[in-house]
């Protein structure tokens, strides 16, 4: 076997791989760590979106594994730092899902504005009920940024043409643009902001960096949509804020777990909960798997990747003999 696929990923991109590599595909494999680390023994490659874990224990039953590619941004499912000791490439696809996930973003926005899916499920339902769904426009709200990558750039576009005033906050990124204001802290975002979208990874310094306290800070009747990872919320603080109505409204494309189970958040209409699909968009797919599936191609060809976090070719592993 050259490469193992434990999700359900297809594509063009991917079937054009099949004249040359042995692939074996298991959609539903994540969900079994142990029959995972039975089979990955004689891969070479491993493809993952964000189910799999692909922690030590799976890493360390790869014997033949050189290359593990992520179609997507986000990486937290790997252990990258313990892949590198091994000597394997780690490779995502840091540009495919950026449109994507902006524009589902700006939907959201619009829809907790707007009233739509409530408006929806009342009209539906036989009603007629225009002054109970009495929105808000964006234009002239500003809107804070956490997290001002490729994905967060994007979304500072879309709310321009929007006519938001738009702030920004990353720790690595404190540059003002053409149409963004950067803040000196979280602190100083959640207070001016009308919306706060949330882009960030999660690590230890954003693991529930949307708390009690930080809540505390947000405009009174404020919007909260979260697309980057679930983490960043502690999920029982949003439904208190909610209650008191601290929060008018979230959008939550990403849960903690997930799928997450029964949570109190499904109560509530003025919270928007999809299924982690900020970037599943035909487009976007087709543009990650083309991305990963080139990067797989060159390692198992003994070629430097292009994508890569840790290093672009196999290393031979200072911990091993081999």
């Not at 720790?171 to 979208?197: F, G, H, R, W």
């Not at 960096?209 to 697309?227: A, C, Q, Y």
């Amino acid at each position: 076997m050259d490469i193992l696929i434990p999700e359900n990923i297809t594509g063009k991109a991917l079937d054009d791989l099949t004249n040359r590599y042995s692939i074996e595909r298991h959609a539903e494999l994540w969900q079994s760590p142990e029959r995972l680390a039975k089979m990955i023994d004689d891969a070479k490659a491993l493809l993952v979106r964000n189910q799999t874990k692909v922690d030590k224990t799976i890493i360390d039953q790869a014997g033949s594994l050189k290359i593990i590619g992520r179609a997507g941004v986000g990486y937290d499912n790997i252990d990258v730092d313990y892949a590198s000791k091994k000597g394997i490439v780690v490779c995502y696809t840091p540009d495919g899902n950026t449109i994507a996930t902006a524009e589902l973003a700006i939907g959201l926005m619009l829809a907790l504005a707007r009233k739509i899916t409530s408006g929806d499920k009342s009209t539906k339902a036989g009603n007629w009920d225009r002054q109970n769904h009495i929105g808000n426009e964006l234009y002239n709200k500003t809107l804070g940024i956490l997290g001002f990558g490729k994905i967060g750039n994007a979304v500072a576009v879309r709310a321009n043409s929007f006519g938001m005033k738009v702030i920004t906050y990353d720790k690595y990124n404190m540059k003002d643009t053409a149409i963004s204001t950067a803040v000196k802290d979280i602190d100083e975002l959640l207070i001016k902001s009308d919306i706060v979208t949330v882009h960030l990874p999660l690590n230890s310094d954003t693991n529930k960096v949307l708390n009690e306290k930080t809540f505390g800070l947000m405009k009174p009747g404020s919007i909260l949509i979260n697309t980057s990872r679930g983490g960043v919320i502690a999920e029982d603080d949003l439904v208190k804020a909610l209650e008191t109505g601290k929060i008018k409204g979230a959008a939550l494309d990403v849960r903690l777990n997930e799928p997450p189970g029964k949570s109190r958040l499904n109560d509530f209409d003025n919270v928007i909960l999809t299924p982690h699909v900020g970037g599943f968009t035909r487009e976007s797919q087709e543009r990650v798997l083309s991305s990963i599936t080139k990067d797989i191609d060159l390692v198992l060809s003994n070629k430097p990747a292009i994508n890569f976090i840790n290093f672009s070719n196999p290393k031979i592993s200072k911990n091993n003999n081999d």
